[in-house]
């Protein structure tokens, strides 16, 4: 048995493969330009447009200001129209991949999976994703009062979300890539077991809307060079260490986002270290879709209250605690691989 280490779910939680199936999982993972020659396939001078840290932190705020976007709800819904009409606006083709899925607690999610393809005609394409919905409860706050709470989510959910905006409307703009991009938001992300359940939490309730479209992707047959997951990537203090699953399913996919971060200056933002193992919407995207994907997601690791920082999961992660830094570093950093790879 293979056990990935617990550090609470997405709060770093135990996930558990057979010593048989994490080789084939990892054998299946190569794709024509994933090779160790390319490991820092990304140009040695900073290269492609300006990420506008501005920008992304307005449609963050854009996306909060419907409120928390927890799932069936009348704000998930408004923002969820939102977001694709922006993405449709930079010159996507936009489909909206619903399905009902049963969680945890019996409940039926009305999920929507939003993919914006930009340039959908080009076969050679990578997988931008993030999740949109925000968590129904704030079962990490201090106050056993908020545990019922919804989170607004701008750091987990908005900003993610946020940096896709952006760097949809900045390539629609410059209009220079030689590859299609499919930009991914993925619904029902953050309806995991509450720590606050007597359920136990195998895993398999989060990332539900990314299980989902793993199985049954928008277009049959699609495939991706590579991909890459963003999670809470715009909080105070964030650093973007090498996520363990990743590095074990996608790690050429974890050096060129490295590199990168390294020749556009914020290589202080991305540490040359392993952080912890997070079940993620990458996970079932390498175990399913067969796509290498690493996970760019917030660790903090001197953090009393949760390494994904002092206000994940409780009524704190608000605007307040978004960093237009960090949001640029994120940015930028996949500015360059995108670029790199012309």
Known sequence: ??????MGRKSLIVTIITAISLPVLLGSCKTKRQTNDDATLVAQIPTGPDFNADSAYSFCKAQCDFGPRTMNSAAHEE????IADKFKQYGCTVTEQKTDITAWDGKTLKCTN???SYKPEHTTRVLLCAHWDSRPWADNDTDSANWHTPVMGANDGASGVAVLLELA??????????????????????????RWSNVSDQGDSWALGAQYWAKNPHRHGYEAVFGILLDMVGGQGAQFYKEGISVQLAPVVVDKIHAAAKVVGFGSYFPDKIGGSVTDDHVPVNQYAKIPTADIIAYYPDCAQSSFGPVWHTINDTMDNIDRNTLKAVGQTLVQVLFSEN
């Open 79 to 82: 923002c969820g129209r939102w």
């Open 114 to 116: 939003i993919i914006a």
């Open 169 to 194: 409307r900045i390539v629609h703009q410059a209009d220079s890539l030689k590859m299609g991009i499919d930009f991914v938001c993925f619904d029902a992300e953050d309806y995991g077991i509450p």
């Open 1 to 6: 048995m293979y056990i990935y280490e617990k």
